[in-house]
């Protein structure tokens, strides 16, 4: 036989003695990877909720597209405490629409440039004895639908015309068509918004949010009859600022198309050279990255956590191995004396720790993974499961198994053959 074959003889020999000691002790082994089940599990657990989240958050931030980016006054999708100063935003001068069509005359690398204005709270949305409840107002141009891939399924998008002429005129989201027009087609047919009439000319595609956002839940009317009903300020005498939205060319000049409308905006707002933008822009991956920026702090101490209970299972996983050493002390004198060499039965106890160790670690993935996904039962969040956390959870329960398994291996494997076949 070669080398090599023996070799590998001796690892697959090592590796039954050592499945069958921890199969023979099945209460000992149990209790032993609690402590490596928790800690995997707490890190695979919080991980995997993160993720879920994250998924859910980049499947609703894609409402956006790959090529569009939005121009707001407040800061859009905070994820935490965030670093601004609020009082100074709120000084702010609003967005306006005049300053979207400067952008929109004036870029390059963008093909659409639209603008929103948004009402606060909810609007009387009625058509005869039936009420959409939960309904908001945006005011918006022809290219809201693009901008933010909300596709009108029925009927026709409004038009420049509309908002040149100011016409009364609404598209419909699906959730307020199906309130108001169980039985009958709604193109055509005169609502009333906040008491005024209005025909409706279109209902948009079904878009489900995961967070309960109102995709569905919203009428669409010409941005020029909305600051003809509901004027340039809200309730509070708080000038209402524009929502831009801007689509590039292409997603790879998309950075362009960004620091050409700052551009634009800074001259249009007379930003000095050297000050801070007085307006926020953000793309689907800068709210990203504020999520995972924000979530650093919980992936930081879970992580710590994690470590930490996996320290202490493998500081147990020390001690039950050295009373193993112990309690078999005559079976290593035996397996000496019959020609076992040290670094094979250093290599049954280690192994026998690993295996230890990488059982809990196994368990603890999949009750991470379990725990981690709890959510998605509840709600239409998706199934997700993060393989580089549970691969690098299982590779450091491998670490634990040889660095804590080592000092019995060791003993184990320095025992006299003499000494040991006397042990009583």
Same mark, same amino acid.
């Given at each position: 036989?070669?080398?090599?074959?023996?070799?590998?003889?001796?690892?697959?020999?090592?590796?039954?003695?050592?499945?069958?000691?921890?199969?023979?002790?099945?209460?000992?082994?149990?209790?032993?990877?609690?402590?490596?089940?928790?800690?995997?599990?707490?890190?695979?657990?919080?991980?995997?909720?993160?993720?879920?989240?994250?998924?859910? =958050?980049?499947?609703?931030?894609?409402?956006?597209?790959?090529?569009?980016?939005?121009?707001?006054?407040?800061? /859009?999708?905070?994820?935490?405490?965030?670093?601004?100063?609020?009082?100074?935003?709120?000084?702010?001068?609003?967005?306006?629409? @005049?300053? +979207?069509?400067?952008?929109?005359?004036?870029?390059?690398?963008?093909?659409?440039?639209?603008?929103?204005?948004?009402?606060?709270?909810?609007?009387?949305?009625?058509?005869?004895?039936?009420?959409? @409840?939960?309904? +908001?107002?945006?005011?918006? +141009?022809?290219?809201?639908?693009?901008?933010?891939?909300?596709?009108?399924?029925?009927?026709?998008?409004?038009?420049?015309?509309?908002?040149?002429?100011?016409?009364?005129?609404?598209?419909?989201?699906?959730?307020?068509?199906?309130?108001?027009?169980?039985? =009958?087609?709604?193109?055509?047919?005169? =609502?009333?918004?906040?008491?005024?009439?209005?025909?409706?000319?279109?209902?948009?595609?079904?878009?489900?949010?995961?967070?309960?956002?109102?995709?569905?839940?919203?009428?669409?009317?010409?941005?020029?009859?909305?600051?003809?009903?509901?004027? !340039?300020?809200?309730?509070?005498?708080?000038?209402?600022?524009?929502?831009?939205?801007?689509?590039?060319?292409?997603?790879?000049? !998309?950075?362009?198309?960004?620091?050409?409308?700052?551009?634009?905006?800074?001259?249009?707002?007379?930003?000095?050279?050297? /000050?801070?933008?007085?307006?926020?822009?953000?793309?689907?991956?800068?709210?990203?990255? /504020?999520?995972?920026?924000?979530?650093?702090?919980?992936?930081?101490?879970?992580?710590?956590?994690?470590?930490?209970?996996?320290?202490?299972?493998?500081?147990?996983?020390?001690?039950?191995?050295?009373?193993?050493?112990?309690?078999? +002390?005559?079976?290593?004198?035996?397996?000496?004396?019959?020609?076992?060499?040290?670094?094979?039965?250093?290599?049954?106890?280690?192994?026998?720790? =690993?295996?230890?160790?990488?059982?809990?670690?196994?368990?603890?993935?999949?009750?991470?993974?379990?725990?981690?996904?709890?959510?998605?039962?509840?709600?239409?969040? /998706?199934?997700?499961?993060?393989?580089?956390?549970?691969?690098?959870?299982?590779?450091?329960?491998?670490?634990?198994?040889?660095?804590?398994?080592?000092?019995?291996?060791?003993?184990?494997?320095?025992?006299?053959?003499? @000494?040991?076949?006397?042990?009583?």
């Amino acid at each position: 036989m070669s080398d090599g074959s023996a070799t590998v003889v001796t690892w697959l020999e090592s590796l039954r003695m050592a499945v069958e000691a921890i199969r023979s002790h099945k209460l000992r082994s149990f209790l032993t990877l609690l402590g490596i089940v928790a800690g995997v599990a707490s890190i695979i657990g919080v991980m995997t909720a993160i993720s879920v989240v994250q998924s859910t =958050i980049e499947k609703e931030l894609s409402v956006l597209g790959t090529r569009t980016f939005q121009v707001q006054k407040w800061p /859009a999708g905070e994820f935490g405490p965030g670093d601004h100063d609020w009082r100074e935003i709120q000084r702010r001068p609003p967005i306006t629409v @005049e300053q +979207t069509e400067l952008v929109r005359d004036r870029v390059r690398n963008a093909d659409l440039v639209g603008a929103e204005l948004w009402s606060i709270g909810t609007s009387n949305v009625k058509y005869r004895g039936e009420t959409a @409840e939960n309904a +908001t107002v945006c005011g918006g +141009t022809p290219e809201y639908s693009e901008n933010n891939t909300h596709f009108v399924q029925l009927g026709r998008n409004i038009t420049n015309e509309d908002i040149q002429v100011g016409r009364f005129v609404v598209v419909i989201g699906p959730a307020v068509a199906d309130r108001l027009f169980p039985f =009958i087609d709604p193109l055509d047919q005169e =609502i009333r918004v906040d008491g005024r009439k209005y025909r409706v000319i279109g209902v948009f595609e079904e878009k489900k949010s995961a967070f309960g956002g109102r995709f569905d839940d919203y009428v669409l009317i010409p941005i020029s009859t909305f600051v003809r009903v509901y004027g !340039l300020y809200d309730s509070d005498r708080e000038p209402r600022s524009v929502n831009m939205t801007v689509r590039a060319v292409s997603a790879e000049a !998309l950075d362009d198309a960004v620091e050409e409308v700052r551009g634009i905006m800074r001259q249009a707002r007379g930003v000095a050279p050297g /000050a801070k933008d007085d307006f926020d822009l953000f793309t689907n991956d800068s709210q990203i990255k /504020a999520f995972n920026k924000a979530t650093q702090g919980v992936k930081l101490g879970a992580f710590v956590i994690g470590i930490i209970a996996l320290v202490v299972a493998g500081i147990g996983i020390m001690n039950i191995m050295l009373v193993s050493v112990t309690e078999r +002390t005559r079976e290593i004198g035996i397996r000496k004396a019959l020609g076992a060499r040290r670094r094979q039965i250093l290599l049954q106890f280690l192994l026998e720790a =690993i295996a230890l160790c990488l059982l809990g670690g196994v368990l603890g993935v999949l009750v991470g993974f379990g725990l981690g996904n709890v959510v998605t039962l509840f709600t239409d969040w /998706a199934f997700h499961i993060p393989w580089e956390w549970a691969v690098l959870g299982l590779l450091f329960c491998a670490v634990v198994g040889v660095v804590f398994g080592m000092w019995p291996a060791l003993k184990a494997s320095r025992l006299a053959p003499i @000494e040991a076949l006397r042990y009583e």
